[in-house]
């Protein structure tokens, strides 16, 4: 089994700044890649930024210059984090991680809400 926990979101004024972050634990055999995604009332989930174990973070053109993806293995913890700076109001969503493993399993968090106000 593998576990992602979703922290750090919450209320903040446009133009703000907050820091996600994602503990994956558990049975994680081998990465290939986690990301965070964010699905905001009467929309589809979207990619926002991923980190692929081999090659460089990509990132949505909405978040480009202003979100950092970044990735810290510990000896029983994976944590991904994305820095959110500059804020919008359209920024708003439940922010989710997921993992990708082998055969492209996929592992979600439970998401955390970011809400910026105007």
């Known amino acids: 089994q593998v576990q992602l926990v979703e922290s750090g979101g919450g209320l903040v004024q446009a133009g703000g700044s907050l820091r996600l972050s994602c503990a994956a634990s558990g049975s994680i055999f081998s990465i290939v890649a986690m990301g965070w995604y964010r699905q905001a009332p009467g929309k589809q989930r979207e990619l926002v930024a991923i980190?692929?174990?081999?090659?460089?973070?990509?990132?949505a053109d909405s978040v480009k210059g202003r979100f950092t993806i970044s990735r810290d293995d510990t000896r029983n913890t994976v944590w991904v984090y994305l820095q959110m700076n500059s804020l919008k109001p359209e920024d708003t969503a439940v922010y989710y991680c997921?993992?990708?493993?082998?055969?492209?399993?996929?592992?979600w968090g439970q998401g955390t809400q970011v809400t910026v106000s105007s």
């Open positions: 980190f692929p174990s081999a090659g460089t973070p990509r990132y």
């Open positions: 997921k993992l990708t493993g082998l055969f492209s399993r996929e592992y």
